[in-house]
């Protein structure tokens, strides 16, 4: 996904406050970082927790039950418990959750073009 020139999305007017606008939810879900790893983890279907865990490497288990908990709040996850002795839940995406992988892709293309200028200009030149 190449863009040369990006518009702005027109967002219906929302009164007089920031904290109706659409914009703000995408801007706190990006935010978060442990959640766009989970939604990217995902992109290939459902995943027990302790899959999950494994998979991302660095996130804590009580981290990882709170992002999870708040993706199903907010509709981007659906959890499904099997009756089964022991129990198995898995976490999968919902239609909001596979929504969110193209800006996480786009994002990663940027990152990838820009990533290098970006560490040189915070960190400096390794070459200097």
């Known amino acids: 996904?190449?863009?040369?020139?990006?518009?702005?999305?027109?967002?219906?007017?929302?009164?007089?406050?920031?904290?109706?606008?659409?914009?703000?939810?995408?801007?706190?879900?990006f935010g978060n970082s442990w959640?766009?790893?989970?939604?990217?983890?995902?992109?290939?279907?459902?995943?027990r927790p302790v899959e999950l865990r494994r998979a991302i490497g660095g996130i804590s288990q009580k981290m990882l039950t709170q992002t999870l908990r708040r993706m199903q709040t907010i509709g981007l996850l659906e959890r499904r418990r099997y009756a089964e002795a022991p129990p198995r839940v898995?976490?999968?995406?919902?239609?909001?959750?596979?929504?969110?992988?193209?800006?996480?892709f786009a994002l990663g293309e940027w990152a990838d073009r820009h990533g290098d200028a970006v560490r040189a200009s915070l960190y400096g030149d390794p070459e200097d």
């Open 1 to 29: 996904m190449t863009v040369e020139r990006a518009e702005p999305v027109r967002f219906t007017e929302y009164g007089g406050y920031e904290s109706d606008c659409p914009a703000r939810l995408a801007v706190d879900i």
């Open 35 to 47: 959640l766009t790893v989970i939604v990217y983890t995902l992109r290939e279907g459902p995943m």
């Open 90 to 104: 898995e976490y999968s995406l919902t239609a909001a959750g596979r929504d969110l992988l193209g800006p996480i």
